[in-house]
T-cell receptor, first 112, second 116 residues
Framework: AQSVTQLGSHVSVSEGALVLLRCNYSSSVPPYLFWYVQYPNQGLQLLLK??????LVKGINGFEAEFKKSETSFHLTKPSAHMSDAAEYFC??????????FGQGTELSVKP | DAGVIQSPRHEVTEMGQEVTLRCKPISGHNSLFWYRQTMMRGLELLIYFNNNVPIDDSGMPEDRFSAKMPNASFSTLKIQPSEPRDSAVYFC??????????????FGSGTQLSVL
């Protein structure tokens, strides 16, 4: 069965600093991996996804994530944080049947 | 495209009342999912449909919860009778199928349910 663990329920960075949100997954089959962002009082929005091919995936708003099979990780990064990046971020793994399993979420705060 | 549309946006009801949440998926999407989000439990998958057929309802908490998808453009999640512990944000999401299973989900804005 697939599962997702996000390390750190809350991450705080300064504006302009590197953003690193950690995600580890467990899957018995090649995973489809996703990062979603949720702004206050809104639904989740897809940031980026990994299915097959290139392991470094670029998404919207300058975010990217790297699939590392040996480490079973899919960490999300952004070189320089903006105030507008403050939100909750969810890592997810999707099985072949289309069921999406979410991590517990990481709330990102950006300090001026 | 209007995206996934959920109604109502907010619902306040009293314990014991019936609650019906509604969802219109994106046109052409064949899979529909209902999720519940709470602080304590995070995002939980309640049920999902493929081509209007329920595939996995193992996440439905108990018999008080039921979901239907009478056609490709409409789904409901019903709670009867409602209880205070059902208070949460309920999200509907849709996804294309086939080779597009890797497309991920498109979420609605959610229904904030408060049961007093």
């Amino acid at each position: 069965a697939q599962s997702v663990t996000q390390l750190g329920s809350h991450v705080s960075v300064s504006e302009g600093a590197l953003v690193l949100l950690r995600c580890n997954y467990s899957s018995s089959v090649p995973p489809y991996l996703f990062w979603y962002v949720q702004y206050p009082n809104q639904g989740l929005q897809l940031l980026l996804k990994y299915t097959t091919g290139a392991t470094l995936v670029k998404g919207i708003n300058g975010f990217e994530a790297e699939f590392k099979k040996s480490e079973t990780s899919f960490h999300l990064t952004k070189p320089s944080a903006h105030m507008s990046d403050a939100a909750e971020y969810f890592c997810a793994v999707q099985n072949q049947g289309g069921k999406l399993i979410f991590g517990q979420g990481t709330e990102l705060s950006v300090k001026p | 495209d209007a995206g996934v549309i959920q109604s109502p946006r907010h619902e306040v009801t009293e314990m014991g009342q019936e609650v019906t949440l509604r969802c219109k998926p994106i046109s052409g999407h064949n899979s529909l999912f209902w999720y519940r989000q709470t602080m304590m439990r995070g995002l939980e998958l309640l049920i999902y449909f493929n081509n209007n057929v329920p595939i996995d309802d193992s996440g439905m908490p108990e018999d008080r919860f039921s979901a239907k998808m009478p056609n490709a453009s409409f789904s409901t999640l019903k709670i009867q009778p409602s209880e205070p512990r059902d208070s949460a944000v309920y999200f509907c999401a849709s996804s294309p199928r086939g080779e597009a299973v890797s497309f991920g989900l498109f979420f609605g804005s959610g229904t904030q349910l408060s049961v007093l």
